[in-house]
């Protein structure tokens, strides 16, 4: 089970700190990912670590902003997101797994293994 905390409502330029809480497996040997999904809009995947600290970012528009982290020993993954804009408003949501790349075709987590997510408005 994965519970996504931390969401909430701050203006253009403002920071918040979403955690992932995980519980019912061997969280520190899975690669961790977060994901958003504004309405209307297809998921977007944002930034993976895998089980040795490397970070994977898959979204321009949030490296420098954003950054992932992970806390095995409390089975907790963070996202850090600063200086967030009104286009970041979305449901962001933890997964366990990342995407993989074969031969240059994306395979993404299935959404059973996603949390519930935690709302981000971000106005301006």
């Known amino acids: 089970q994965l519970v996504e905390s931390g969401g909430g409502m701050v203006q253009s330029g403002g920071s918040l700190r979403l955690s992932c809480t995980a519980s019912?497996?061997?969280?520190?040997?899975?690669?961790m990912s977060w994901v958003r999904q504004a309405p209307g809009k297809r998921p977007e995947w944002l930034s993976s670590?895998?089980?040795?600290?490397?970070?994977?970012y898959y979204t321009d528009s949030i490296k420098g902003r954003f950054a992932i982290s992970r806390d095995n020993a409390k089975s907790t993954l963070y996202l850090q997101m600063n200086d967030l804009k009104p286009e970041d408003t979305a449901l962001y949501y933890c997964?366990?797994?990342?995407?993989?790349?074969?031969?240059?075709?994306?395979?993404?987590?299935?959404?059973?293994?996603w949390g519930q997510g935690t709302q981000v408005t971000v106005s301006s």
């Open positions: 997964s366990r797994g990342a995407p993989q790349n074969v031969s240059g075709t994306y395979y993404y987590p299935h959404r059973d293994y």
């Open positions: 019912g497996f061997s969280f520190s040997t899975f690669a």
């Open positions: 670590i895998d089980i040795s600290d490397v970070t994977t």
